[in-house]
């Protein structure tokens, strides 16, 4: 069975830092697009950032500058830094997992790790 497991949330001032991981399998790794997305109490599931298996990215809107998506190829990882934090980065986080030529949103995620941020 494949996992996704996601780990380095916390709770972290307005303007501090945290950084992301999420760790899977070689063999969903090497070909995988992957992506960090977030959910706040009472909104919808939002997507944070993309990266494909060739190391392309793209951000939201409300995080480009702020936050950083990478992969470690040889550690079969994912992850998001995260820097100047604010209080309406306060989410669950999840880690997904994407195969290549997929459309859409794939099935495949972590259990989620909460970043709270406040003072």
């Known amino acids: 069975q494949v996992q996704l497991v996601e780990s380095g949330g916390g709770l972290v001032q307005p303007g501090g830092s945290l950084r992301l991981s999420c760790a899977t399998s070689r063999s969903i790794f090497r070909d995988y697009d992957m992506a960090w997305y977030r959910q706040a109490p009472g909104k919808q599931r939002e997507l944070v950032a993309a990266?494909?298996?060739?190391?392309?990215?793209n951000y939201a809107d409300s995080v480009m500058g702020r936050f950083t998506i990478s992969r470690d190829n040889l550690q079969n990882t994912v992850y998001l830094q995260m820097n100047s934090l604010k209080p309406e980065d306060t989410a669950v986080y999840y880690c997904n997992a994407k195969p290549p030529g997929w459309v859409g949103t794939y099935d495949l995620w972590g259990q989620g790790t909460q970043v709270t941020v406040s003072s």
């Open positions: 990266i494909t298996s060739g190391g392309s990215t």
